[in-house]
């Protein structure tokens, strides 16, 4: 059974970096058929796809374009997670925060989430 | 604005079914056989419930099931539960970088 278990802080002051990580269990960040991601939702915006990262014989990342420029996704494999950094935050990123696993058997198919994180931006 | 549109709320009673529509464009729905659904109870983690528009994961109710004609996605709910009260959200593959688009939500109201 796969987990993913989400810590970081639930408050961030506007213009600094929103930091998140995504611990997994009965999977790999190094699969070779798993993308592991990052989405939030938020009543604004809903849901939306923000990026992944995903290993196949090298490491490769995907970004939605309206976070491209801020967003950085890190694979850590001695710790088997991976985490989220979104740089120069606004009041408009305060959303709750998940991550994802896509297994590979299709496209954009997110069998397992993370609990979610609230993350408040907000001085 | 999402991407994808849903109607903003549907309801039925026990042992009804409803079927909730899920409207794109050629470049994401219309385009590709890759349409989630997905239920979201309050406070709780969207749950895959349908993928590649009409197929079930394993441990979900066959009482759920998708469709799709042109570009517009649907997923029906048959016998409808109290358990089935919730938001789902409709999500496709898209041409754009963006990769993954999502519907805006429907939520169900079980009379």
């Known amino acids: 059974q796969v987990q993913l278990q989400q810590s970081g802080p639930g408050l961030v002051k506007p213009s600094q970096t929103l930091s998140l990580t995504c611990a997994i269990s009965g999977d790999s960040v190094s699969s070779n058929t798993a993308a592991w991601n990052w989405i939030r939702q938020s009543p604004s915006r809903g849901l939306e796809w923000l990026g992944r990262?995903?290993?196949?014989?090298?490491?490769?990342?995907d970004f939605a374009p309206s976070v491209k420029s801020r967003i950085t996704i890190s694979p850590d494999t001695s710790k088997n997670q991976f985490s989220l950094q979104l740089n120069s935050v606004t009041p408009e990123d305060t959303a709750v925060y998940y991550c994802a696993r896509d297994d590979g058997r299709s496209i954009g198919v997110f069998d397992y989430w993370g609990q979610g994180t609230l993350v408040t931006v907000s001085s | 604005q999402s991407a994808l549109t849903q109607p903003a709320s549907m309801s039925g009673s026990p042992g009804q079914s409803i079927t909730i529509s899920c409207t794109g464009t050629s470049s994401d729905v219309g385009g590709y056989n890759y349409v989630s659904w997905y239920q979201q109870h309050p406070g709780k983690a969207p749950e895959l419930m349908i993928y590649?528009?009409?197929n079930r994961p394993s441990g979900v109710s066959n009482r759920f099931s998708g469709s799709k004609s042109g570009n517009t996605a649907s997923l029906t709910i048959s016998g409808l539960q109290t358990e089935d009260e919730a938001d789902y959200y409709c999500s496709s593959y898209t041409s754009s970088s963006t990769l993954v688009v999502f519907g805006g939500g429907t939520k169900v109201t079980v009379l």
């Open positions: 590649d528009v009409n």
């Open positions: 990262t995903y290993y196949r014989a090298k490491w490769y990342n």
